[in-house]
């Protein structure tokens, strides 16, 4: 069956240094998202990419925040300058979004943390 | 999308039992799903029913929904310890982003 991959699993990086996620969506499906789960708190929607553009973005999705899908199975999420409020499990996911449905299949996450 | 209400936060119950878990939303809805989130690793989507449907079911799941409640409820048979996990209801409209609440956590015990 197939399924979204994030790489890696765990990144470890010091604050100020850029760190690019990467995730590779199901190969057939054309809307791409970004979430991130702070410890012991809600999952937080931070971008949605349809169409090689940004289709909706959150308050947190700030000027250090970015996407890109490099080619045609790449979606990476960058972010320039980490902050130590960074941390958190970071879960792409993607969907096929056909007329009436919206489920969308999740990676197994990474886990970012910024010293 | 909107979140849902999931309740209650918090169930434990031995192999074996059923598990029954609410979610109530505040707005119109064109479908609703039912997540799982195993401790802090990625989500699985479980089961979508659609406003026009009144009940689903999915292997050991069973979804119902009544719009006029503006309610849902998943019914998990015969459980299992690999159902511990945190259940989360999602309610989409035209958006396509989805938006979590706390859900509920359950706890299955041999």
């Known amino acids: 069956e197939p399924e979204v991959t994030q790489t890696p699993s765990h990144q470890v990086t010091q604050m100020g240094q850029e760190v690019i996620l990467r995730c590779v969506p199901i190969s057939n499906h054309l809307y791409f998202y970004w979430y991130r789960q702070i410890l012991g708190q809600k999952v937080e929607f931070l971008v949605s990419?349809?169409?090689?553009?940004?289709?909706?973005k959150s308050e947190i999705f700030d000027d250090q925040f970015s996407v890109e899908r490099p080619d045609g199975s790449n979606f990476t999420l960058k972010i320039r300058s980490t902050k130590l409020e960074d941390s958190a499990m970071y879960f792409c996911a993607s969907s096929d979004r056909t007329s009436y449905s919206y489920e969308q299949y999740f990676g197994p996450g990474t886990r970012l943390t910024v010293t | 999308s909107q979140q849902g209400e999931e309740d209650p936060q918090a169930l434990s119950i031995q192999e074996g039992e059923n598990a029954t878990m609410n979610c109530s939303y505040k707005t119109s809805i064109n479908n609703l799903q039912w997540y799982r989130q195993n401790s802090g690793r990625g989500l699985v989507h479980l089961i979508l029913i659609r406003s026009n449907e009144r009940e689903k079911h999915s292997g050991r799941l069973r979804v119902t929904l009544d719009t006029s409640k503006k309610s849902s409820s998943l019914l998990i048979t015969a459980s299992r310890a690999a159902d511990t996990a945190s259940y989360f209801c999602v309610h989409t409209g035209t958006a396509s982003k989805l938006t979590f609440g706390t859900g509920t956590r359950l706890q299955v015990t041999l």
């Open positions: 990419f349809y169409n090689n553009e940004i289709s909706e």
